[in-house]
């Protein structure tokens, strides 16, 4: 390669003419840095850059060019890796027009892709095959001499929505079958991930390879999506019942939804209408909630509507319907989703993106936000805030936390900090899944070959043989495996049901879901969270729906049209969890008295009311304050703390229950608070897994039934809490109410039982 050679130069031809006739004047910054390093073929690589900085581009571009230069065409030359299959498609599309011209096949492989194309590739692999973890995981059990022949030639592994993966169950299963790959073909593949900016490049390098000293390198864009950024927190009020019950799993009650959540919608149908935007939301129940609203405002003023629900329950057909809507950008389009959103199809149109109720985190807004602001437009970002007002209401809505959260969480947005990666974890569930792939790959594996192939050489390194050993014990209690006469393990008779069902290739648990059917059309799928009667009312996909029948067996549940008013079913989301960083930024809001410009006339009233609570409960002074209701603890830091310090005092026979930024002890006295911190830290050992011993309910993750109640505590203690940081906090509490206990307030406030 010569040395300052011009990039565009150093590609294929036929990638240049592609270039040429797309319109491009020249590479983008990011293509070029990445041109280079990627040609020379060896050190594994991180293109991180904001969204829509053609980092795909910068990816492909040069690797192309550097197959297209090798002599040796079998095989397959690139396995390009997706978190959604939507994006697969997206790519194949732009890929296929890429490579139009040259002796180069592109395949996609995934759930939804036919037989007789999967077939193609069987008797013929080459070029470029785009898949997903599941699909891999298929490849991996049932075909795996035709994999190992296909791949000899491999070149380059490409994971794109890199940073989707970190942290979770599919992130730690692809990390084990790129390691099973490369030890089944006896060599070393360069990884490239694709990945959205970060603020701690060392974590995202250990999750691309992990337990392995090879060099990578990191190519970042200069300045990110946030440099030419418009931002704006627009406040509301939502009237609470009299019981002030309100929790994470039922964000908002249905009864808000005529009165003041019309405002809100209302705002959204007035700011958004006439362009193109996504409105995210933390639930599936807000997204339904929300698009209903909105729809019925159109039909109201009897204008096109231009609001559509989409997320994980909808039917392929009409999420897929709606990307197509977006991407072609005929018609002004506004989609209400979840995260499903977040990643994915290239859209190039949108002018804005909206959050209802603060993001699960900094990282998460980040990435929305990037699918605005493309090129040289400016990124346009709302947040639509309500807080709860009445005459019972928790501590969380009269400090305005909704407020406060969201006001941290942009300040730090706008100083680039982002969450660093996860830790790495045990990931039994995960483990546990691989191992039957192992076996059910070879027939027979021994317990050595495993272990070495799996955590010693592999991703489950903190998993010690001991460790590994109970395991295998566990699975062999449940009949997934059974050990043959020469030592060997292969799969038992519930091992053999379990990886034939098309439902082991997914790493990631899965609710059980009823299908609702209008006139044998499918239209979706639910996780049922409440019993269903038939003739009730719901509404889904924007429209309102009456029951006429319900299978058990089948799980479908069969509707039809109604003019009813209907209200949404109860489809629950996730969440995050939150880091220290971002509850240390909100303290720094109360303290500091931060009244931002980004904020509109009643977000403001609502961050000043916050602001004068925290004063009024002296929590300026002290972390713990006394009234009517009991004591409330308010540490500051993130969700790891606070969940470890509530277990450090029940084991002290002291019920705490944990409610936003803080945590409620009920009708404890200071006195008794006192000794019982004063025996926390006089313990001189205390284990995490000492703290988890009588929780229940640790089947978190998919497989996490089989594996060993010891087990999921140690995974549980190890993901989930943070020892060391409680124990500081409550060394700080404990001097506090020494040196200066906290007086008495008037203020009542609504608890939540415990």
Partial sequence: MEQNANPFQLLDKDLQKWIYRKGWRDLLPIQKASVGPILK???????????????????????????????????????????????INDQFRRLDEMTAGMNLKVTPWHGDVSANRKEQILNNPQGIVLTTPESLESMLINHVSWLKDAIKNLSYIIIDEFHAFIGTARGY????????????IGRSVVRIGISATFSEAEGVISHLRPNSNKHCEVICQKGSGQDNLAVQIRGYTLLSKETGEINEDK???????????????????????????????????YTEAVAGVLQKFSEKLHVPNEFFPHHGSLSKDMRESLEFRLQEGKFPTTAICTATLELGIDISNVQSIAQIDPPTTVASLRQRLGRSGRRDHMAVLRLF???????????????????????????????RWYEPPYKHEYAFSTLMQQTLSVIASFGSVSAQSLYKLLCKTGPFSLCTPKIYGELLYSLGKKDLIVQLNDGTLTLGLAGERMVSDWGFYASFKTP????????????????????????????????????VYINEERKIIGVKNTTQAAEPLMLYGGSGQ?????????????????????????????LEKGLICFKQLGLDKHHIISGPKGLAIFPWKGDRILRTVMLLLKKESIKATIWGSHLELGFTSIDSLKIAIF????????????????????????????????????????????????????????????????????????????
Wanted: net charge negative; proline share 5%.
């Fill in 679 to 754: 025996n926390i830290l006089d313990r001189s050992e205390i284990k995490e897994t000492d703290l988890v011993s009588k929780i229940k309910g640790l089947n978190i993750e998919k497989y996490d039934e089989y594996i060993s109640d010891e087990l999921k505590r140690l995974s549980y203690a190890h993901s989930r809490l943070d020892l060391d940081g409680a124990l500081d906090f409550l060394d700080l509490l404990y001097k506090e109410l020494s040196n200066n206990p906290p007086p008495n307030v008037n203020i009542t406030w609504e608890q939540k039982e415990s």
């Fill in 385 to 415: 805030i309500p807080e709860y007002t009445g005459l019972k209401m928790p501590l969380c809505s009269m400090l305005a936390e909704n407020t406060v959260l969201s006001v941290a969480m942009i300040n730090l947005l706008l100083k």
């Fill in 578 to 606: 939150i880091h220290n960083t971002i509850r240390e930024e909100m303290y720094n809001i109360y303290i500091n008295k931060e009244i931002p410009s980004f904020l509109n006339k009643q977000a403001k009233a609502n």
């Fill in 512 to 547: 059980d879901e009823y299908t609702i059917e209008a006139e044998n059309k499918r239209i979706g799928t639910v996780p049922l969270t409440k019993p269903l009667e038939i003739e009730d009312v719901f509404l889904f996909a924007g429209r309102a729906w009456k029951v």
């Fill in 173 to 184: 299963q692809l990390q084990s079958q790129l390691h099973r790959i490369e030890n089944l």
């Fill in 251 to 285: 964000p908002l009650d249905t009864s808000m939804l005529p009165q003041e959540f019309e405002t809100l919608s209302a705002d959204i149908f007035r700011l958004l209408r006439g362009s193109t935007n996504l409105v995210f939301c933390n639930s599936r129940f």
């Fill in 41 to 87: 073929s060896c050190d594994d690589i991180i293109i991180s850059a904001s969204t829509a900085s053609g980092k795909t581009e910068a990816a492909f571009l040069p690797a192309i060019t550097a197959i297209q230069a090798k002599k040796e065409h079998k095989g397959i030359q690139i396995l390009y890796i997706s978190p959604l299959k939507a994006l």
